[in-house]
């Protein structure tokens, strides 16, 4: 048996999964960051607060590398196809995750 990444299996099956993912992902990411983010939520653990932002900016930009890749799989074989996701993404949520960890380290070591 082989594993293989979302980018790599076949168009019908990138769509669906890609969007799929990505809105799955997405309504899971979007909440914690606007929960993070609203004033009228209490934010006096900072730590707390700011993991609870960095875990929904890493899965937001999950959900937008699985979008990208559904819509580039969408316009595969038109004129002016839309590219696959570069490096930048990528970069974003392991960074954002890697923030996440730090924090919650720090709130459970206090």
């Known amino acids: 048996m082989e594993t293989r990444s979302i980018a790599t299996m076949k168009r019908n099956r990138r769509i669906t999964w890609g969007a799929g993912v990505g809105i799955g992902v997405g309504l899971i990411g979007l909440p914690l960051v606007f929960i993070a983010l609203w ?3 209490d934010h006096s653990p900072w730590d707390v607060n700011t993991m609870i932002l960095a875990t929904g900016v890493a899965l937001c930009t999950a959900s937008y590398i699985s979008g990208r890749i559904s819509v580039a799989a969408v316009t595969q074989h038109r004129p002016r196809p839309v590219s696959p996701p570069t ?8 960074g954002a995750l890697a923030v996440a960890v730090l924090c919650l380290l720090i709130a459970l070591a206090s």
């Open 87 to 94: 490096r930048r993404p990528y970069l974003v949520a392991g």
């Open 39 to 41: 004033p009228g939520v």
